[in-house]
């Protein structure tokens, strides 16, 4: 079965430092992958998408990922964090052809002044 | 535009009562539907899933349900709550005929148990 991990609970990084977001998953054919973000009390928002093609892919707010498919990661970062990125962010995997979305356990990422 | 509407944004129930979420979809049809549950450090639990009216898939055996009577209305309920279903309720819908798996989500039902 699909799954997602995101080893790290929480980060914090200093508001103008590179942010880097962790994403493992696993999944037996080649793999949709997302990441989306949560603001407190708030649905989730898309970031970014990957399904084929360059595997460096580009998403709003500044944010980029790299699929890794020897890696299995599908890792996001930003180079320069913004107070307004404080939010949790969610890797997720979709099944090809399928129904399901499964969803990583989240990464909160905290940013101090 | 699509849009989704989510309701009750909060909601605080004893233990034992019943449960009504409702989630409708707006411009757009034959949408898949989901409903999600966020517990604190758990992630997104996917609960239930729906590809069509009256068509429910259930992914976690528990004391929820949910019912599609209509093409854009999802609902979820339970008839005697339990203080482990408190959390944090999303619903969301994507293109039925899209492989892509894009979703997206409403703001979601705060549910506490007491």
């Known amino acids: 079965a699909q799954s997602v991990t995101q080893p790290d609970i929480h980060i914090t990084v200093s508001e103008g430092a590179s942010l880097e977001l962790r994403c493992n998953y696993s999944y037996g054919a080649t793999p949709y992958l997302f990441w989306y973000v949560q603001s407190p009390g708030q649905g989730l928002q898309l970031l970014l998408k990957?399904?084929?093609?360059?595997?460096l892919v580009q998403g709003i707010k500044g944010f980029e990922a790299e699929f890794k498919r020897s890696q299995s990661s599908f890792n996001l970062r930003k180079p320069s964090v913004h107070w307004s990125d404080a939010a949790e962010y969610f890797c997720?995997?979709?099944?090809?052809?399928?129904?399901?979305?499964?969803f990583g356990a989240g990464t909160r990422l905290f940013v101090k002044a | 535009s699509q849009t989704i509407h989510q309701w009750p944004a909060t909601l605080v129930q004893p233990v034992g009562s019943p449960l009504s979420l409702e989630c409708t979809v707006e411009g757009t049809s034959n949408p898949n539907l989901y409903w999600y549950r966020q517990a604190a450090g758990r992630g997104l639990q996917l609960l239930f899933y729906?590809?069509?009216?009256?068509?429910i898939s259930s992914e976690v055996p528990q004391n929820l349900s949910a019912s599609r009577p209509q093409d854009r209305q999802f609902i979820l309920s339970s008839k005697k709550l339990l203080l482990s279903d408190s959390g944090f309720y999303l619903c969301a819908w994507r293109l039925a005929a899209s492989g892509a798996n894009v979703l997206t989500f409403g703001a979601g039902s705060r549910l506490t148990v007491l």
């Open positions: 997720a995997v979709g099944e090809g052809g399928g129904f399901k979305t499964i």
């Open positions: 990957y399904f084929s093609g360059d595997t």
């Open positions: 729906s590809v069509g009216i009256g068509q």
